[in-house]
């Protein structure tokens, strides 16, 4: 498995909600709560937005929400604005002791 | 504050070596270790590997095993990657960011270095 499996693009309208899915398997996503989000902005370094599952680092907006069910983690980001136009990724720990990232998403606002 | 600061922008012929550091300040070096990340152009983020600044153990990615060595100093609170036998498929941005042995999560980065393979 070379990457946890994201949707490549999804878009919302400025005050929406989007949800984006991050797939794994039981030795990664459902076997620990240790999936965390990155945004990365063009030209930047990710930045932390959620960590262990569904916590928000501090200073982190609480517009941004995250869950997991079964191998599936969620990323959640509610009244959507423009500058949440960005590249997303869901990380996580595995059972080789390793970690892995997903494939990316990227999040256009209408 | 937390700072993580990289090393320049570096052109390498194929089956050259690079070697990206990471000097950092604001914390108790010791008390996190330091992963690397790197994004090849058009692709995502790319888990390379993980190094326990304390301890200097290590953990690679399968991929990368073999062909590239993290270390620290601990007298100037830096991170290095080396990466041995560079492709053209090595091209991207690589970065830096600290986290915590028994935590899951990277909460500083550098700003990133991106590796050029050129002939």
């Known amino acids: 498995q070379s990457a946890l499996t994201q949707p490549a693009s999804v878009s919302g309208s400025p005050g929406q909600s989007i949800t984006i899915s991050c797939t794994g398997t039981s030795s990664d996503v459902g076997g620990y709560n240790s999936v965390s989000w990155y945004q990365q902005s063009p030209g930047k370094a990710p930045k932390l937005i959620i960590y262990?599952?569904?916590n928000r680092p501090s200073g982190v907006s609480p517009r941004f929400s995250g869950s997991k069910s079964g191998n599936t983690a969620s990323l959640t980001i509610s009244g959507l604005r423009a500058d949440d136009e960005a590249d997303y990724f869901c990380n996580s720990f595995t059972s080789s002791v390793t970690y892995i990232f997903g494939s990316g998403t990227t999040v256009t606002v209408l | 504050q937390v700072q993580m600061v990289q090393s320049g922008a570096e052109v390498k012929k194929p089956e050259a070596s690079v070697k990206v550091s990471c000097k950092t300040s604001?914390?108790?070096?010791?008390?996190?270790?330091f992963i690397w990340v790197r994004r090849a152009p058009g692709q995502g983020l790319e888990w390379v590997g993980w190094?326990?600044?304390?301890?200097?153990?290590?953990i690679y990615a399968p991929r990368f095993q073999g062909r590239v060595t993290m270390t620290t100093d601990t007298s100037t609170n830096t991170g290095y990657m080396e990466l041995n036998s560079l492709t053209y498929d090595d091209t991207a941005v690589y970065y830096c960011?600290?986290?915590?042995?028994?935590?899951?999560?990277?909460?500083?980065w550098g700003q990133g270095t991106l590796v050029t393979v050129s002939s």
């Open positions: 262990d599952v569904n």
């Open positions: 190094i326990n600044t304390y301890d200097g153990d290590t």
């Open positions: 960011a600290r986290g915590r042995a028994g935590y899951y999560h990277f909460d500083y």
């Open positions: 604001g914390y108790s070096f010791t008390t996190y270790g």
